[in-house]
Nanobody, 126 residues
Framework: QVQLVESGGGSVQAGGSLTLSCAAS????????MAWFRQAPGKEREGVAA????????YTDSVKGRFTISLDTTKNTMMFLEMNSLKPEDTAIYYC???????????????????WGQGTQVTVSS
């Protein structure tokens, strides 16, 4: 059974940075298509970024140039989301998601992913 555990959330001021981590138990993380989603209060969950292998990455427009998704190429069990120039509108619960399937064309669709973490809160104050 795949288990995903997020960490690294917290509270920062606008313009600050945070790095989220997602640990996958028991599987080589490069075997997955993986993504970060987020859900703000009163809003639907949205795809933030996705990665397959080490070279294929995708981002939603609102985070391009500010967020970077990556894999730990040494231990091969961790995924990261480096978030810079954070804005109050980035405040949300951030979720890690994974699937063994390809997600081209549907990377930001929740139903494309089979495994989810419990989420980590990110709060950005102005």
């Amino acid at each position: 059974q795949v288990q995903l555990v997020e960490s690294g959330g917290g509270s920062v001021q606008a313009g600050g940075s945070l790095t989220l981590s997602c640990a996958a138990s028991g599987y080589i993380i490069s075997s997955f298509s993986m993504a970060w989603f987020r859900q703000a209060p009163g809003k639907e969950r949205e795809g933030v970024a996705a990665i397959r292998g080490e070279a294929t990455t995708m981002y939603t427009d609102s985070v391009k140039g500010r967020f970077t998704i990556s894999l730990d190429t040494t231990k091969n069990t961790m995924m990261f989301l480096e978030m810079n120039s954070l804005k109050p509108e980035d405040t949300a619960i951030y979720y890690c998601a994974a699937t063994f399937q390809g997600v081209r064309g549907k990377w930001s669709t929740q139903s494309a992913y089979d495994y989810w973490g419990q989420g980590t809160q990110v709060t950005v104050s102005s």
